[in-house]
């Protein structure tokens, strides 16, 4: 089986601005790049539309009202610092959440054995009741509550390799011992969160901080414990939420990751996800504004995931 891409139509048309670095063409070139390679092992998909009531399941009504409010028709709107909507924002910020939808069912389906979704807005940042850090839905949050919601899954791990804490995936799931949540980051930095002692109400969260300047055989070893903890868990689904702002040329971190590193950590979570729950993995871009280093890091991750 192969390895499904998913892809929008409508990610270029959420403009943050000049300079900005949650830019449309981080995905132009991952998407570019994985098509120059023409491997045989993708297959590409568009995302299908999907019911909006479980954007209800990880957001509070009042917030994805709010935020229905805030979607500009002309000219920008700052729901933070950092996070600005456009008026293609509602189209691409909802086709983010549609493509993980549309990820998790083809595996489910066994359309494909696994995806990877190259899409933005990301979405860790984004709690349940705050737009965040680029973010405004928490599309892994979305898809792991799809999971319990239409295909009765009981145990859901989401893995955040992403140089920052995902804040808002923590947020959502802080009480919910039925997902596991798993975060590798820089610390202390943006957003704040993510110490080891932040471990869920049901010891359902795992926090890994890294100090600045952490290198790659640092990062790798510092997964020993993630995995032990996810073969403990025993998911029947893993999520990634699949940043690579980790890199050495990133330019908002100062983690030390080689672009191959991305293939080391994703064999590794395959071959464990191989074990606990029938390779079922769908991994969703999150951060990495180095464009060169970003597309060497997805190919090397997708390449992992489709061999
Ligand atoms: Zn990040």
């Known amino acids: 089986m192969k390895t499904g891409i998913i892809i929008t139509d409508t990610y270029s048309n959420h403009n943050t601005g000049q300079d900005h670095p949650e830019r449309a063409d981080r995905v132009t070139v991952v998407i570019e790049h994985l098509k120059k390679k023409g491997s045989k092992n993708l297959v590409w998909k568009k995302p299908s539309k999907f019911d909006l009531k479980y954007l209800e399941l990880a957001h509070d009504k009042a917030y994805l009202n709010n935020i229905n409010d805030a979607f500009p028709t002309k000219g920008v709107n700052f729901l933070d610092g950092d996070t600005i909507l456009s008026p293609g924002s509602k189209a691409a910020a909802r086709d983010a959440v549609a493509s993980i939808i549309t990820a998790i069912d083809g595996v489910m389906n066994k359309d494909f054995k696994n995806a990877f979704c190259a899409v933005r807005p990301p979405g860790h940042h984004a709690e349940k009741q705050k737009a965040m850090g680029f973010c405004v839905y928490n599309n892994v949050a979305v898809g792991a509550y799809y999971l319990l919601e239409k295909y009765n899954l ?154």
Do not use: W
């Not at 791990?157 to 011992?177: L, M, P, R, S």
């Not at 980051?185 to 109400?201: D, F, I, T, W």
């Not at 790798?220 to 903890?229: E, G, H, M, Q, R």
């Open 154 to 307: 009981s145990k859901v791990a989401i893995i955040d390799f992403d140089v920052h804490h995902g804040n808002g995936t923590q947020n959502i799931f802080y009480n919910n011992e039925k997902v596991l949540y798993i975060s590798s980051h820089q610390y202390p930095y943006y957003p704040g969160s993510g110490a080891s002692n932040e471990k869920g109400v049901k010891d359902n969260v795992l926090n890994i901080p890294l100090v600045a300047g952490t290198q790659s055989h640092e990062f790798l070893n510092a997964y020993d414990s993630i995995f032990k903890k996810l073969k403990e868990f025993k998911p029947e689904f893993i999520l990634l939420s699949a940043g690579f702002d980790a890199h050495k040329d990133d330019p908002l971190a100062q983690i030390n990751l080689e672009s191959e590193d991305f293939y080391t950590l994703t064999k590794r979570i395959m071959s464990l996800a191989k074990e606990l729950c029938g390779k079922k993995i769908v991994s969703i871009l999150e951060g990495g504004y180095d464009l060169n280093a970003l597309k060497e890091s997805v190919d090397y991750h997708v390449k992992s995931l489709s061999e």
